[in-house]
């Protein structure tokens, strides 16, 4: 690195980017969800059933991807204030969790963009920072979309004619009932920076939802805008 610092562009200086990716790493679990709507059996059905619905989201993503811009809004040696958002891609499955009498079809592929405000001290809080280790705290909120594909309803139901078993089927939910693919949700994540052998900046990334939700994802950091 040059010692001129001021031969380089302010967005040079304090715009970076992070790589991120996962394996069986990311997961949500939502509170249990309960609803009532007027369902119909069949088009045009006037002789409509009060349904009571349990729903129950459980996703886990297989494998996910994050690119992380941050831009540093204030520095000085070897801290910084920044504000950043690890936009997340991730390939999971989205299913109904015990508990509920909503079965969730293969829904596939979450995505996560959140906006957190943070801190960082040491490797890669700075442009001009020499140090062979740092970390970041940030916090925020996100928006978690999953599933992306499919993912349609299905009522468990239980019946038992005369002189029979009881036995389970599942109908189709209605378009009265809409499946939720969208949360609003806290998230704090942790980020730590050491120099590998090859002098590249790696690391790790641990985000997790404070309250409400259970959320939380782990990835490995790649670092690629050391200048």
């Known amino acids: 690195m040059k010692s001129n610092l001021n031969t380089y562009s302010w967005k040079y200086?304090?715009?970076?980017?992070?790589?991120?990716?996962g394996v069986a790493s990311?997961?949500?679990?939502?509170?249990?969800?309960?609803?009532?709507?007027?369902?119909a059996n069949y088009p045009g059905d006037t002789d409509l059933e009060q349904v009571t619905l349990v729903d129950a989201n459980f996703m886990m993503s297989i494998f996910n991807f994050t690119m992380e811009p941050r831009v540093n809004v204030y520095s000085k040696n070897n801290y910084s204030i920044f504000l950043k958002t690890p936009i997340t891609a991730g390939l999971s499955l989205?299913?109904?969790?015990?508990?509920g009498n909503i079965l969730r079809g293969a829904g596939v592929f979450n995505l996560t963009v959140p906006l957190l405000i943070g801190y960082g001290k040491g490797l890669n809080s700075t442009f001009s920072n020499t140090s062979r280790n740092g970390f970041a705290?940030?916090?925020?909120?996100?928006?978690?979309?999953?599933?992306?594909?499919?993912?349609?309803?299905?009522?468990?139901?239980?019946?038992?004619?005369p002189y029979t078993p009881k036995y389970q089927s599942y109908i189709p939910v209605g378009e009265a009932y809409k499946i939720k693919r969208a949360w609003l949700m806290p998230v704090i994540q942790f980020d730590y920076y050491h120099y590998n052998r090859k002098q590249k900046i790696?690391?790790?990334?641990?985000?997790?939802?404070?309250?409400?939700?259970?959320?939380?994802?782990?990835?490995l950091n790649f670092v690629g805008?050391?200048?």
Do not use: M
């Open 26 to 39: 990311e997961v949500f679990i939502e509170p249990v969800r309960t609803f009532k709507y007027l369902h």
């Open 94 to 99: 989205n299913n109904d969790r015990e508990g």
């Open 202 to 219: 790696r690391g790790f990334s641990f985000a997790f939802c404070p309250y409400g939700n259970l959320y939380f994802k782990a990835a």
């Open 225 to 227: 805008t050391k200048k």
């Open 13 to 21: 200086k304090n715009v970076f980017y992070d790589y991120k990716v």
């Open 137 to 161: 705290i940030s916090a925020g909120y996100q928006l978690l979309i999953t599933p992306v594909v499919g993912g349609k309803a299905h009522r468990l139901i239980t019946e038992q004619q």
